[in-house]
């Protein structure tokens, strides 16, 4: 009899120590992952205060222009040109199209134009915060489309943020994303929009 109670207790013993260690290693794993989780919204955190302080370090201090002579664009360096009696008075960094290189051929491609136009219309009621028009395709645009026997395209805007994604800044020139119009800032389009009347020639180069 003292045999079998020795066993039972055994058995319990273990059991006790089986369970306390089983609980004991749970609550550290609990531990852990909470700290995990802890950490990596943490580092989120830390990453969007460095983009939004470096966004806004990025950004031009606010100054009146007047009105603009030329828009120049240099796709290139994604840089765009605010010019004013044959100076440059405000640069901006620019995104373009999925397929930047070379002039637009055909619609669809996602390419930005190249030549000469202008800022032919406006729309304060864009998908994009804002938007102004580039009188894409012109003459000729139409006629190599023609002789290729595809449609030039066209609806090429300068435009700003998609609605509601403002807060993302100059961080969206990290890459080219558009369908081949030009992208700035909201805070970019407003001074644009303020600077540059309809009528204003943008050039556009490689």
């Given at each position: 009899?003292?045999?079998?109670?020795?066993?039972?207790?055994f058995?319990?013993?273990?059991?006790?120590?089986?369970?306390?260690l089983?609980?004991?290693?749970?609550?550290?794993?609990?531990?852990?992952?909470?700290?995990r989780?802890?950490?990596?919204?943490?580092?989120?955190?830390?990453?969007?205060?460095?983009?939004?302080?470096?966004?806004?370090?990025q950004?031009?201090?606010?100054?009146?222009?007047?009105?603009?002579?030329?828009?120049?664009?240099?796709?290139?360096?994604?840089?765009?040109?605010?010019?004013?009696?044959?100076?440059?008075?405000?640069?901006?960094?620019?995104?373009?199209?999925?397929?930047?290189?070379?002039h637009?051929?055909?619609?669809?491609?996602?390419?930005?134009?190249?030549?000469?136009?202008?800022?032919?219309?406006?729309?304060?009621?864009?998908?994009?915060?804002?938007?102004?028009?580039?009188?894409?395709p012109?003459?000729?645009?139409?006629?190599?489309?023609?002789?290729?026997?595809?449609?030039?395209?066209?609806?090429?805007?300068?435009?700003?943020?998609?609605?509601?994604?403002?807060?993302?800044?100059?961080?969206?020139?990290?890459?080219?994303?558009?369908?081949?119009c030009?992208?700035?800032?909201?805070?970019?389009?407003?001074?644009?929009?303020?600077?540059?009347?309809?009528?204003?020639?943008?050039?556009?180069?490689?």
């Amino acid at each position: 009899m003292r045999f079998k109670y020795k066993i039972v207790g055994f058995r319990i013993g273990t059991e006790f120590a089986a369970n306390y260690l089983s609980n004991t290693f749970y609550k550290h794993f609990l531990t852990m992952r909470n700290n995990r989780a802890l950490i990596v919204i943490v580092s989120l955190i830390i990453c969007v205060t460095v983009l939004y302080t470096y966004t806004k370090a990025q950004e031009q201090p606010k100054k009146p222009l007047g009105k603009i002579d030329k828009v120049l664009v240099l796709k290139s360096e994604r840089k765009m040109q605010l010019i004013k009696n044959g100076e440059v008075v405000r640069t901006y960094k620019i995104a373009l199209g999925n397929n930047p290189i070379g002039h637009k051929q055909k619609e669809g491609d996602e390419r930005t134009p190249e030549g000469n136009y202008v800022l032919d219309w406006r729309n304060e009621q864009s998908h994009y915060y804002k938007s102004m028009h580039i009188s894409y395709p012109n003459a000729e645009d139409k006629r190599q489309a023609k002789a290729k026997n595809v449609s030039p395209g066209g609806n090429i805007m300068i435009h700003a943020l998609p609605n509601g994604m403002g807060y993302i800044g100059t961080g969206h020139t990290a890459n080219d994303w558009t369908d081949g119009c030009i992208a700035i800032t909201n805070e970019q389009m407003d001074e644009l929009w303020g600077s540059a009347s309809n009528g204003t020639p943008i050039e556009i180069k490689p």
